[in-house]
């Protein structure tokens, strides 16, 4: 059984920093693309950072240069540091797999609330 762990969210004002951390569990014997996606209230979820098949990382155009993916393979962890917070990335952020075995399966996290007052 496969799980997707987020943490890190919280209430942060603008201009602040969070960083997400989300880990992959269970029978996983390799990583095809991990990331981070995100939903804001009654809009529809994006593409925030992800790495690809292979090993690049992609950034929505509203995060370049103030969000940063990283990863450590040997812990099955993907990480993201945000800077520069502004009330518009106030939103559900999740976290999102695709994994060998069962590559037809895209895994999903709960979530993590991240709120930017400002």
């Known amino acids: 059984q496969v799980q997707l762990v987020e943490s890190g969210g919280g209430l942060v004002q603008a201009g602040g920093s969070l960083r997400l951390s989300c880990v992959a569990s269970?029978?996983?014997?390799?990583?095809?693309?991990m990331g981070w996606y995100r939903q804001a209230p009654g809009k529809q979820r994006e593409l925030v950072a992800a790495?690809?098949?292979?090993?690049?990382?992609n950034y929505a155009d509203s995060v370049k240069g103030r969000f940063t993916i990283s990863r450590d393979n040997a812990k099955n962890t993907v990480y993201l540091q945000m800077n520069s917070l502004k009330p518009e990335d106030t939103a559900v952020y999740y976290c999102?797999?695709?994994?060998?075995?069962?590559?037809?399966?895209?895994?999903w996290g709960k979530g993590t609330l991240v709120t930017v007052s400002s």
């Open positions: 269970g029978r996983i014997f390799s990583i095809n693309s």
């Open positions: 999102n797999a695709n994994l060998i075995p069962n590559s037809e399966i895209d895994y």
């Open positions: 790495f690809n098949s292979g090993g690049r990382a």
